[in-house]
C-alpha cells in the first residue's frame, strides 16, 4: 500500500531523533547531558495535579462542549485580555489538545495550494512541515542575529505580495530565545494591516522573558481581526505531556476550528480543562520561580558559552533556549552537534534542525539543573580544546 502523497511533504522534529540517539548511547552506559528537548525541567505545580484528581474524582471524564469549557474560556479570556492589551470574550477563545493544534487546525483552514507563508527561519520545524503539508509554498524569512534575531524589515515588505496569506511570528522564540523588538512588531502590523492575510503569532513562551516584554501584534490598531495568538500551558506551567493549549481568533476562524476539533478529537480532555482553569486563576508563584531560575541559568550559561573556543553566544530574552553561533570553530552545525553527542556527552541540536538559515548555529535548551549546565559547558570546552 503507497501513503497518500502529501506524506512525502510532512516532516518531523530532529530532537525527538536526537533524544532516541541519546538514550542509546545511555543504555550502553554513557554520560548524556540532555539540552536537546524543549520543555522544562520542573514538575507541574502542586495544586494543578490537584485540581486534575479532584476533577477526575468529581467525574469530569466525560465528553465536553468542542469548544473547551466556557468556564476555562472564560478564564483564557481574562488573562489574554489582561496581557496583550486587547478586550476579548470567551466566544473568541478555541482550546485544544496543546499549543500544536492551532498551528495544524488554522492553517488546515485558510491554506491552499499557491498560497505562501512567510515564517521564521530558522524557526519552529512545524512551521514549514504544515506549510507543506498543506500545498501552500513556504517563504522563509531568515533571521538576523545582528538585529537579535529580528526579521530584515525591508526583505519582510519585498516577500509580501498578493499570494501571501499568512505571516507567522514567534516570540519569544524557539529556537533563538529572541524576543521581537515592540516597533518590529508595530512595523510588522502597519505592512500587514491592509492586506487580505493573516497572522499567527505564536506567543507559547510570551510569560518566559528576562528583559523587555514581548509585544502581540494583535494589540495593534486592526490587528484583532487579521490575528490568530497561540498560547497554552505546555512551558509556563511545565504541563508538557498534559496536552492543553489555546487559540485566540476571530469567530469567523473559530466556527472552522471547531469543525475539525470534532471531526478529530470531539473535545479536550475534561480533567485536564479543570487542571488548567487551576492554572490560570490560582497562585502564580510557581511558574515566576521558574522564570526565575531559567534566568539565572541563563546568564551562567551563556557567559560559560561565550568562553568557549570558536562560540558567540547572543544573550537570550526568553524562551530557554541558547542559540550561539559557532562559524568559529570552522565545523558545520550538524557535525558539530553529532560529535558532541558521540564525543562529549552533550545532547543538542544543529541550528539546521531549525530551517537552512540555522547553519552556523547550535540549539542548547537550558532547562536543565545548574550543575548538569556547568557541566556541559566544561565538556564541550574539552572537546573543542582537546
Ligand atoms: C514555538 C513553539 N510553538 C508551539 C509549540 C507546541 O507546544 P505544545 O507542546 O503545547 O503543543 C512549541 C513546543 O515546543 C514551540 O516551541
New binding site residues.
Partial sequence: MRLAERMDRILVETAFEVLVKARELEARGRSVIHLEI??PDFDTPKHVIEAAKQALDDGWTHYGPTQGQPELREAVAAHVSQTRQIRVGPERVCVVP????I?FFPMLALLERGDEVIYPNP??P?YESMIRFMGATPVPMPLVEERGFSFDLDLLRDKLNDRTKMLIL?SP??PTGGVIPAEDIEAIAEMARERDLMVLS?E??SRIHYGEKPVSIAGFPGMLEKTII?D????IYAM?GW???YGVMPEWLVDAVNKLMVNSNSCTASFTQRAAIAALTGPQDAPEKMVKELHRRRDAFCEGLNGLPGMRCAQPQG?FYAFPNIKGTGMRSKELADALLEEAGVACLSGTAFGEYGEGYLRLSYANSYESLMEAVERMWRFLTG
Avoid at 496543546?98 to 493544534?101: C, D, E, L
Fill in positions: 524543549g520543555e496543546g499549543g500544536k493544534p498551528i524557526g519552529f512545524i514567534n522564540q524557539n505564536d507559547i513562551y497561540l497554552g500551558f505546555s512551558k508538557t496536552r492543553i493549549g524562551a
